[in-house]
């Protein structure tokens, strides 16, 4: 035992102490030459959110800088520290064609995707073109589905009928009122299950859920999936709805949540010095994304080209940012260098700007270290502060922001910034949105357990 404790001691003096970031290497920014590697463009958009039911009014609604956050209604949060959240409202999967009757136990979550998969499949129109069907897939990242409180209530009650908790009546009483289909819909691979039959992509069907960036990993890994040719299209994004009890409750006691419920427009504020926590939002974005010439032959509207992709895992700690923020910033590095690209090039970061203290200081000093000099002629701004974040839905969403935001040389802006912070000193697009040409964005996103994923956007000029 000593002398396993003694080589244990030797071998860690060769790391880096726990907590602390190696030095970035070259290995750490960038990826080997891949000959031949195919290229990947975006020719279908859809969404559905608390800022729009589509699109073209997300999108809108953005440029103004309207917000998506009022009072909590899915259920009763009175009693919750925080009281507010951003809610799709007025939506129904009827909207999208669909049968009430046929989704009436599929989960919150899976109808949003459904309604965002439709607009992106007829936005693409790529059905048409589809000869194959195993060379048409899909990857999502999709959160849990159906959390069915009322059934669980009454299942404790049971439990505690005589006063002392009794699990054998809990479980009695679960085989006896539990629906089998809806407890089906819970697990996150489900949403992703249910498109690929809707369209008939027998391709690659994966889930990812990686936290905050989930979606954006799931781009990033379908990208992957056509650039190595192990498929020509693949339907990408992301679905979430964590505004239940279960949900809040998790933030809450992390502390990780707004509780300024007086001004929930004004609850969300990336950036400002006056920020404490993020805004609870649900909802799902999908994308179409085809091979290049694929695209071409067919006359496609091309929206932009997936450039570059990086992942990295900050392997600190669960829920804390690491100070230098070297997870970050590796992953920022290594999507500039796919994309061929050096950091002078971005012209414009939509952050993943959660308006929770720390990460919006660390991902200005990795914005910093990535860009040096550079860094304050690059505007950031976080689409957040006005539709909340979306969880495992936010990235994709905020990809398409920067898709949209280089066809129209509009830079959606950080609403809610009236307070500036030392530590925070970037242009965030404060308040107002602003006219830019645009050739090449990065769009972050950090999620809780380290995972980072930064994606690269290319305006598509033929």
Known sequence: METLSKNIRTSSSNLTTVGQSPPLTASHTSKKARPMRRRVVVTGIGMVNPMGHDA????????????????????????????????????????????????????????????????????????????DPVRFGVYLGS??????????????????????????????????????????????????????????AQGPNLNCLTA????????????????????????????????????????????????SNDEPTKASRPFDRLRNGFVLGEGSAMVILEELEAAKARGANIYGEIAGYGTTADAYRITDIPPDGHGGIAAMRMSIADAGLQPSDIQYVNAHGTSTTVN?????????????????????????????????AAGVTEMIVCLLAMRDSVLPPTINYENPDPECDLDYVPNEAREAEIRYALNNSFGFGGQNVTLCLSRYAG
């Open 56 to 131: 073209d009014t997300v999108w809108s609604g953005l440029k103004e800088g309207q917000s998506g956050v009022a009072n909590t209604t899915l259920f009763d949060a009175s009693g919750f520290p925080t009281k507010i959240s951003a809610e799709v409202k007025n939506w129904d999967i009827t909207d999208s064609g669909e049968s009430a009757e046929d989704w009436k136990d599929r989960g919150r979550h899976t109808k949003f995707a459904a309604g965002a998969a439709k607009q992106a499949i007829a936005d693409s129109g790529v059905l048409d073109s589809i000869t």
């Open 143 to 200: 959160g849990e589905g159906n959390q069915d409180f009322r059934t669980f209530s009454r299942m404790m009650a049971a439990a505690l009928a005589d006063g002392e908790y009794d699990a054998a009546k809990f479980i009695k009483s679960g085989i006896e009122l539990l629906n089998p289909a809806k407890e089906l819909e819970q697990e996150p691979n489900m949403p992703a299950a249910h498109l690929a039959t809707m369209f008939n």
């Open 212 to 259: 905050c960036a989930a979606s954006s990993q799931a781009v990033g890994e379908a990208t992957e999936i056509i650039r190595r040719g192990d498929a020509d299209t693949m339907l990408a994004g992301g679905t979430h709805s964590m505004i239940h009890p279960f949900g809040v409750t998790g933030f809450n006691l992390l502390t990780a949540l707004s509780e």
């Open 360 to 392: 919006d200081k660390v991902e200005s000093k990795a914005c910093r270290d990535v860009f040096g000099e550079h860094a304050a002629k690059i505007p950031v701004s976080s689409t957040k502060s006005m539709m909340g974040h979306l969880i495992a």
